[in-house]
């Protein structure tokens, strides 16, 4: 029947249509494209050996580059980004002597899955140990914080990495890391030794920060004949628009195993207080002093460190600082350099 055919394809016809018109007007849930940030930063020192135990190194002197960074920070969503940062070290060489660029971090960041403000993080990221101290200090270009000097921790671990707000605001956080212990390094022991991070984070004003933690490395690696290290750290920092300093302070407990009982818990102490006063908008001086009481029982002598800079600011992403470092321990003669030492971000 013709005009039943016709009748059929005018409904569907008007059929497509509508579906055609609601389809384009009902409201979408678009996903957001994912976005890439790619930057990084340098130092580069000339550095001038002003006096030494040595004497026939007196008056060494080079041009190098101490830190080089490329990094990409990656947003895929509200949830979740990361970052992929390479790191340059002109001590670090290969075998035919160049500089060998390695993983500095490498890690995936989900936002709020267990409430607001929290956030889970894997790969290998920073450690909660001193970042705040670090944040504060500010002049990493300069020289590392205390704990990072000395090797009583390393600033990047591979892990999985927990911080959640404890009040509301986010003035007090908790951290927590279950990691290799090994930095950047793969696992080398089968993987049975970790190392457990937890700090408490305080921010009580725009002003003060503050910050306490705890951190054990269990150690049964082939050879190594301690069981383990435990460390306390702590940090009492201000920073404002004038001034930024504070003072941070750890202390470190090594174990043996039985066969070496006679050996004792060894512990270590060190504390660090800095401070840096902004003069102007440009220019800036830096001051800081070390003390590490290197594990009982061990024949390194306590030692001091200093460290005097001054700051100016040509453009906002470059710094350029005259400095200098003094290293000395009891009844030897203080390792003195100056540097001149320039800091580009990009």
């Given at each position: 029947?013709?005009?039943?055919?016709?009748?059929?394809?005018?409904?569907?016809?008007?059929?497509?249509?509508?579906?055609?018109?609601?389809?384009?007007?009902?409201?979408?849930?678009?996903?957001?494209?994912?976005?890439?940030?790619?930057?990084?930063?340098?130092?580069?020192?000339?550095?001038?050996?002003?006096?030494?135990?040595?004497?026939?190194?007196?008056?060494?002197?080079?041009?190098?580059?101490?830190?080089?960074?490329?990094?990409?920070?990656?947003?895929?969503?509200?949830?979740?980004?990361?970052?992929?940062?390479?790191?340059?070290?002109?001590?670090?060489?290969?075998?035919?002597?160049?500089?060998?660029?390695f993983v500095k971090d490498a890690y995936l960041a989900w936002q709020d899955p267990i409430g607001d403000g929290s956030r889970l993080r894997f790969g290998v990221q920073p450690p909660p140990v001193f970042e705040v101290s670090e944040r504060t200090w500010g002049y990493r270009s300069l020289d590392k914080t205390i704990m990072d000097r000395v090797g009583a921790n390393d600033s990047?671990?591979?892990?999985?990495?927990?911080?959640?707000?404890?009040?509301?605001?986010?003035?007090?956080?908790?951290?927590?890391?279950?990691?290799?212990?090994?930095?950047?390094?793969?696992?080398?022991?089968?993987?049975?030794?970790?190392?457990?991070?937890?700090?408490?984070?305080?921010?009580?004003?725009?002003?003060?920060?503050?910050?306490?933690?705890?951190?054990?490395?269990?150690?049964?690696?082939?050879?190594?004949?301690?069981?383990?290290?435990?460390?306390?750290?702590?940090?009492?920092?201000?920073?404002?628009?004038?001034?930024?300093?504070?003072?941070?302070?750890?202390?470190?407990?090594?174990?043996?195993?039985?066969?070496?009982?006679?050996?004792?818990?060894?512990?270590?102490?060190?504390?660090?207080?800095?401070?840096?006063?902004?003069?102007?908008?440009?220019?800036?001086?830096?001051?800081?002093?070390?003390?590490?009481?290197?594990?009982?029982?061990?024949?390194?002598?306590?030692?001091?460190?200093?460290?005097?800079?001054?700051?100016?600011?040509?453009?906002?992403?470059?710094?350029?600082?005259?400095?200098?470092?003094?290293?000395?321990?009891?009844?030897?003669?203080?390792?003195?350099?100056?540097?001149?030492?320039?800091?580009?971000?990009?």
């Amino acid at each position: 029947m013709p005009g039943h055919a016709t009748s059929k394809r005018v409904m569907l016809c008007t059929m497509v249509l509508l579906f055609g018109a609601l389809s384009t007007s009902a409201p979408r849930t678009c996903r957001a494209q994912p976005t890439v940030d790619i930057g990084g930063l340098a130092y580069f020192d000339y550095t001038y050996l002003i006096n030494t135990p040595f004497a026939d190194a007196e008056g060494w002197n080079t041009f190098d580059y101490r830190r080089i960074y490329l990094t990409t920070d990656f947003t895929l969503s509200d949830e979740f980004s990361g970052r992929v940062r390479l790191e340059a070290q002109g001590k670090v060489l290969t075998e035919q002597g160049r500089p060998a660029p390695f993983v500095k971090d490498a890690y995936l960041a989900w936002q709020d899955p267990i409430g607001d403000g929290s956030r889970l993080r894997f790969g290998v990221q920073p450690p909660p140990v001193f970042e705040v101290s670090e944040r504060t200090w500010g002049y990493r270009s300069l020289d590392k914080t205390i704990m990072d000097r000395v090797g009583a921790n390393d600033s990047r671990d591979f892990g999985i990495r927990a911080d959640v707000s404890l009040a509301g605001d986010g003035a007090i956080r908790l951290a927590g890391m279950f990691a290799n212990g090994n930095g950047v390094s793969p696992e080398f022991d089968l993987g049975r030794g970790k190392h457990v991070y937890v700090q408490v984070q305080a921010f009580p004003n725009d002003v003060l920060r503050l910050s306490a933690g705890t951190d054990y490395e269990v150690l049964d690696g082939e050879g190594d004949f301690r069981k383990g290290i435990l460390k306390a750290s702590g940090f009492v920092g201000a920073a404002s628009e004038s001034f930024h300093g504070g003072v941070e302070a750890y202390y470190q407990r090594t174990t043996y195993d039985d066969f070496f009982a006679d050996e004792g818990p060894l512990s270590a102490f060190g504390v660090s207080a800095f401070g840096a006063v902004n003069i102007s908008d440009q220019t800036s001086l830096v001051g800081r002093y070390d003390f590490v009481e290197v594990a009982v029982g061990r024949s390194s002598p306590p030692s001091h460190y200093g460290l005097a800079a001054f700051v100016y600011r040509p453009d906002p992403l470059v710094e350029l600082m005259p400095n200098v470092v003094l290293f000395w321990v009891p009844n030897v003669t203080p390792t003195v350099w100056g540097r001149f030492t320039v800091h580009v971000r990009f």
